[in-house]
């Protein structure tokens, strides 16, 4: 089984640039998720999708951070325009409501790092 | 104060060590209770998966959650070079997963 896959692997641009991180979920797996992890910090949620629907999305930047699931399967998070501080590793991970588990699997992630 | 409180280390032990990673957390909402492995580039995997106090074996790793003193622990057997990645912990409630800082692991030959 295929696991999440993330494009591309590695980005580097200059600040005030826009940038976008593409994600593809287990296939079957409806939760999609959307996290940032700064340098020697765990995981922090950025948003939650349940098919094509943002759940939660809380922690998201909304002046400059946009994301999309559509058709429920593949998504996308752009930032536009990109700050110094947003280097960090983005991380997609997808989960089956199926069973109590919920067990979340990550991908490889992209690492952003803006100069 | 954080929700979770992870020491980030370093911790370096020499190879067939045992090894002991601790996490505090403060929400008592918090229902599960697991642990993930990042390997250098990689993205975090599951390790250990716990729901109730008490221990929890998997070949060499056991997770221990007491959550009177919201407190849970792993513990590495044997310890191998293998073993040397960051270890998250990481706290569900409401379907939020709320991680720690990461411990970075290394062990020597």
């Known amino acids: 089984e295929a696991g999440v896959v993330q494009s591309p692997r590695y980005k580097i641009i200059e600040k005030k640039q826009p940038v976008a991180f593409w994600c593809n979920p287990i296939?079957?797996?409806?939760?999609l998720y959307w996290y940032r992890q700064n340098l020697g910090q765990g995981p922090e949620l950025l948003i939650r999708y349940e098919n094509e629907e943002a759940v939660d999305d809380s922690q998201l930047p909304k002046d400059r951070f946009s994301a999309e699931r559509l058709k429920g399967v593949d998504s996308t998070l752009k930032i536009q325009p990109a700050e110094l501080g947003d280097s960090a590793v983005y991380l997609c991970?997808?989960?089956?409501?199926?069973?109590?588990?919920?067990?979340?699997?990550f991908g490889p992630g992209t690492r952003l790092t803006v100069l | 104060q954080k929700e979770v409180e992870q020491d980030p280390g370093p911790l370096s032990v020499p190879e067939g060590a045992i090894v002991s990673l601790n996490c505090t957390y403060s929400?008592?909402?918090?229902?599960?209770f697991m642990w993930y492995r990042q390997y250098s580039r990689k993205g975090p995997e599951l390790l250990m998966y716990?729901?109730?106090?008490g221990n929890k074996e998997d070949g060499r790793f056991t997770a221990q959650v007491d959550k009177s003193s919201k407190y849970i622990s792993l513990f590495i057997r044997d310890s191998q070079p293998s073993d040397s990645a960051t270890y998250l912990c990481a706290m569900q409630g409401a379907q939020k997963l709320v991680f720690g800082q990461g411990t970075r692991l290394t062990i020597n030959p």
């Open positions: 929400n008592s909402a918090f229902q599960y």
């Open positions: 296939s079957g797996h409806n939760t």
């Open positions: 716990t729901y109730s106090s």
């Open positions: 991970a997808s989960s089956s409501l199926a069973g109590t588990r919920n067990e979340q699997f």
